[in-house]
């Protein structure tokens, strides 16, 4: 079983909507978002989470607030499930994933004036390198590529463990991850999971 969500951040931009999600959500999450110092990136926050809950209310899964936990790598877990779970945010979305088995989600914002170009080394293999290079649409290439990895690495739950550039996509999928890749107004989004492909992608509203 896999399903995902994902949402615009845009309702919560009215401070009533706000405040409605961010007295829902368990306390340490209140406080991971309070800790924010730009209110875009409190209310990106919120919104992700508050999607996740969302989907596990839908999915007819039991929790309570402090049954959320993060491991000693940063993954987010439910301590009374043996259900998946991730969420990511970024630019005008958020997005959130459960499944019976590991799962990664990543979004990214295609942005005109970062400059990708810089962290290319940092992010790609030889192989990709090489590839990118030849390319036209070169940014479309790179944002692809990140978000795949950092579904990846989010899947894994190792964090900052791993190192973009040691990361083979190719290869991957010979072991059997699955990568779900899809762009909506200039928003990269990326799923990574095991078992089965993931099939059921949903827009909500909050």
Partial sequence: ??????????????????????????????????????????????????????????????????S????????????SSDIYLNIAHGGNYVIAGISDSPIGVDVENINREKKYKEIVNLVFNQNEREKFRHLVRKKIFFYQVWTTKESYVKCIGKGLQVGMTTIDIPSLKEKGYH??????????????NEGKPVENIKEVVL
């Avoid at 340490?28 to 996740?52: C, M, P, T, Y």
């Avoid at 959320?68 to 301590?79: C, H, Q, S, T, V």
């Fill in 1 to 66: 079983m896999h399903q995902i969500y994902y949402a615009k951040i845009k309702p919560l931009l009215k401070e009533e909507r706000y405040n409605f999600y961010f007295q829902r959500i368990p306390k340490s999450r209140q406080e991971r978002a309070s800790n924010h110092l730009h209110k875009i990136d409190k209310i990106r926050s919120v919104a992700a989470f508050s999607l996740l809950m969302k989907l596990l209310d839908d999915n007819h899964i039991p929790y309570q607030n402090n």
């Fill in 68 to 79: 959320f936990k993060i491991d000693k790598n940063g993954k987010l877990y439910l301590a």
């Fill in 179 to 192: 990568f779900k890749l899809f762009f909506l107004k200039k928003h990269q989004f990326a799923i990574c």
